[in-house]
């Protein structure tokens, strides 16, 4: 049916894969570690990395990068755990950095 218009997507910006949908943003007032960032509820297409603790801006939490399947950027990273109370919204949660994704299907 022509004129029907499909989810917001973002994509890897190296290689075009799906990798998160704009429903599924939850914060776009978020830092990255080369660039702002979205904070994402849900991901697709992705690997994510072994666990490590970082001090971030936040605080410590525990975290693991987040890889494109198809091109092995790196993207962003995966909330594992928050060690802070007012933190713990972000466990389960996804980083992706706008430098790292572009708009797809808008």
């Known amino acids: 049916m022509a004129g029907l218009i499909g ?3 973002y ?5 075009r894969n799906d990798v998160a ?3 599924d943003i939850v914060s776009k007032a978020f830092q990255g570690r080369n660039s702002r960032a979205f ?3 849900h991901a697709m297409n992705i690997d994510v ?3 490590e603790d970082r001090h971030l801006m936040t605080g410590l939490h525990t975290v693991a990068d987040v890889y494109c399947t198809d091109c092995r950027e790196v993207l962003g990273w995966k909330y594992e755990r928050a060690y802070e109370e007012s933190q713990k919204y972000k466990e389960g949660k996804y980083i992706l950095e706008k430098s790292k994704i572009v ?3 808008w």
């Open 39 to 41: 904070l994402f509820s």
């Open 49 to 51: 990395g072994p666990k």
């Open 11 to 15: 994509s890897c910006c190296n290689c």
């Open 21 to 23: 949908l704009h429903d």
């Open 7 to 9: 989810p917001r997507v």
């Open 103 to 105: 708009k797809d299907n």
